[in-house]
């Protein structure tokens, strides 16, 4: 869904490490019918952020968005 994608910031593209827009797994891991759901962790606005501040959205494909809406707070 490329609506949901702009929403959370998630890069769009095949070749994207984590593309999945509410979830963190690796590309490489989408088709592994193995993996248990526990294991793979919600993309949650404080998971985001902190990956944001820690300068690893690129290994989670996630970019910063400036939002225009905090200049009227």
């Known amino acids: 869904m490329l609506e949901a994608d702009d929403i959370t910031a998630t890069y769009k593209g095949a070749r994207c490490k984590m593309p999945c827009h509410t979830c963190i797994v690796l590309q490489s891991d ?4 193995s993996l248990k759901l526990e294991n793979v962790p919600h993309r949650t606005h ?3 952020k902190q990956v944001i501040n ?3 959205g690129k290994e989670y494909s ?3 968005v400036e939002n225009s809406f905090w200049k009227f707070l």
């Open 62 to 64: 996630v970019h910063s």
């Open 54 to 56: 820690n300068g690893q």
């Open 46 to 48: 404080e998971n985001m």
């Open 30 to 33: 989408l088709n592994n019918m």
